[in-house]
Structure formats: C-alpha cells, structure tokens
C-alpha cells in the first residue's frame, strides 16, 4: 500500500513524459531547468539595445528571461517540438505564397489544446495541483534557449533553432513546473553550422547583420506578418513573391535537406488557407472573413494580405 502511494505522488519519469508528448502529437520532447542562461539573456538584451527588434514592443518584456517570475516556483521546464515542414513550391504569377507554417490551423490553438491535456495529466499522475503553466511562443519566454539547454538543438545562424533530426521547420510550445525532474539535460554535444552560411546569403532583404543576429527592421516575415505599417521599400523591391511569411533562410539550409513533410493533420493546406492566395481568394475573403479565423493569417488580417497583394502587382499579374 505505502509503495502504491508513493507511486501515485511521484513525479513522471522522462520516458512517460515522452509516450505522453508523442500520444498527444508533439514530434519530441526535452526536459531542463527552468532558468535561462546567461548568455541567452545577454544576448537577448544585447538583441534589444540595438533596436534590431524594429516595432516589435512586446519582444522588449524582460520577464521572458526569468521563468520563476513567470510562474513562480518554476523548477523545471519541458520542451516540446512540433514538426510542420510542408511542399517546398514555386513562386507564381497568379498569386502570393504563404510560409509554410501558415498553410493549416493556427498553431496557438493546436498547442493550447495540448498543453491543456498534458498539465491535466501531469497533475493527475503527480496527484498535485497547480504545478505548471504552459506556454507557447505567445507567452514571453526564451523557449529557443530552453530548447537548447533541453539537448533538443542548437541555434543557427539564421537564430532559428536546428532541431537534430527535424531542422528547422519547428515550432516550440512548452510547461514550466514546480516538479523536480531527475532526468533533466543540461546541453548537449552536437552538431554546429560550421562555414555554412547559405541562409545568410540566400536572404532576399539581408535581414542578417551578422551571422547570429537578425535585424526584424529588414526581415521579410516581420514586415508581412507582424508589422501593421506600409512595407518599405526594400521589401517590396525584393519580395520574390511571398503574401504573407518567408521561407527562404530555411529552403537552403542543409539540415532541411532530404526531409520528409510533417505528417500532422493540423499544420496542413487542407485544415487553413492553403499554400497560395489570389486575387479572387481575397475577394472571396472580403465577403467572409472569418474564415481567416483560427489560421496564421488573421495575424495579419485581410487589410494587411490585400496591401502585400497590391505591392505584388508588377510581379504577380492575376492582382
């Protein structure tokens, strides 16, 4: 009886924690503590000094350096991946490509609905309450860092996190717990870019300042995602047809090459708006607009699509 108990009041194992992640759709997972080291904080600020994060004012809440402010108590920190690569497609001239992590559902909704149930089942099998929070990449958290720390990565000189079997088409969504873990990581040994630099070169607005550093002022998924001012014009002069994100820095990255297309349900065309918008797409849209709700693109909201499309016009024939 006093072993069952003990049993019931323990914390999960990793692999328990990994069946549940996978059970629940999550391509991977890792386990760290949930303090951010210093030299993601540094460099973060560092990133911030410098006003590479252009308009974006939320990026500038320093609370995404210290979990335990965040949740308080927070001990641990689990990571999870989300692999959504989908058909690398040509530009066309009848109409705008979306980003390939835009193409299905909204992700938030995705992972939200996942993290829901993997909190209730983490209570339930600790027999505690009120022992995490979860977070996707809405919530201001250095998640890339943990991600790393978690062994589930490294950063690319892109900043993107370079998963070690998915690249870098992932999305990071996580729990901080009060719950000690004994099997968390502390980085890993891996895997580096070396000389590579295509992403770098390949950039269409050289949005890179440095290898490492990115300068959201220039960065094309900024300006046609996040950004609700008119685009400048080095990004209509080298948009190479893009409506709404970019893809490019990680087309050319050689730990994307030779993989296959995520296989969830949710990240693909069918369950969004699909990989190309039109102008009859968008006139279609003018009459029902929900039905950019619970995708990427209502971030960027019809106005928004419709004044990327008009900066495509002497590219894009059909607008």
């Avoid at 089942?121 to 979860?134: D, F, H, P, T, Y």
Wanted: proline letters at 5%.
């Amino acid at each position: 009886m006093l072993a069952s108990l003990a049993q019931i009041n323990s914390t999960p194992t990793f692999k328990e924690v990994q069946e549940q992640a996978l059970k629940l759709g999550w391509d991977d997972v890792g386990i760290t503590s949930a303090i951010i080291p210093e030299a993601d904080i540094e460099a973060y600020k560092e990133w911030i000094d410098n006003e590479r994060h252009a308009d974006l004012e939320y990026m500038k809440n320093e609370i995404r350096c210290y979990p335990e402010k965040l949740f308080p108590g927070a001990k641990t920190a689990i990571i999870f991946i989300s692999y959504y690569k989908q058909e690398k497609l040509p530009f066309r001239s009848d109409a705008g490509l979306v980003a390939s992590y835009a193409r299905g559902k909204k992700y938030h909704n995705v992972h939200h609905k996942r993290l829901k149930t993997f909190i209730q089942w983490l209570e339930k099998r600790s027999n505690k309450k009120n022992i995490a929070k979860g977070f996707s990449d809405s919530t201001p958290v250095l998640e890339k860092a943990l991600a790393v720390q978690a062994g589930l990565g490294w950063f690319g000189k892109n900043t993107l996190l370079i998963h070690r079997k998915f690249g870098t088409f992932i999305l990071l969504s996580g729990v901080f717990t009060t719950l000690e873990f004994s099997e968390k990581v502390l980085e890993m040994r891996l895997p580096r870019c070396g000389s590579c630099q295509r992403c770098l070169d390949a950039c269409p607005v050289q949005a890179f300042d440095a290898p490492y550093k990115l300068n959201a002022k220039k960065c094309l998924s900024n300006h046609l995602i996040e950004s609700k001012k008119e685009l400048p014009i080095h990004v209509i002069e080298n948009n190479p047809g893009y409506i709404f994100g970019c893809d490019i820095c990680q087309d050319v990255c050689p730990h994307n090459a030779r993989k296959p297309l995520s296989n969830t349900w949710d990240f693909s065309p069918e369950n969004g708006m699909g990989a190309y918008l039109t102008l009859q797409d968008l006139e279609k849209l003018q009459e029902e607009p929900e039905k950019l709700y619970g995708t990427p693109l209502q971030r960027r909201g019809l106005k928004g699509l419709r004044d990327t499309a008009e900066t495509l016009d002497l590219r894009i024939t059909g607008f």
